[in-house]
């Protein structure tokens, strides 16, 4: 699950991302990653276009506090 903030800092404004497949990237505030068993490749472009910017591993969790530049997200379940 990737959560993802409308702040660039970690707030109680979160929008949850749990869907397999893609999802737009509503806000670009701060984001935490849960990986339990499905890995999340990020793009700067919407609906997944282009070539993966960046893979949020399965089994590890991430978090960045400052402001994140992806468009979209595509779930690998």
């Known amino acids: 699950m990737v959560l993802l903030s409308t702040s660039s800092i970690l707030a109680d404004f ?3 991302t749990t869907a ?3 999802s737009n990237i509503p806000f ?4 935490k990653w849960y990986g339990d068993g ?3 490749r990020m793009y ?3 609906n997944a276009q282009g070539v993966a910017h960046f893979t ?3 089994a590890r ?3 960045q506090r400052t402001p994140v ?3 979209s997200i595509f779930i690998v379940c």
Not at 28 to 31: F, L, T
């Open 14 to 16: 979160w929008t949850p």
């Open 20 to 22: 397999c497949g893609t």
């Open 28 to 31: 670009h505030g701060s984001c």
């Open 38 to 40: 499905q890995s999340g």
């Open 44 to 46: 700067n472009q919407p």
């Open 56 to 58: 949020l591993d399965s």
């Open 61 to 63: 969790h991430a978090e």
């Open 69 to 71: 530049g992806w468009q």
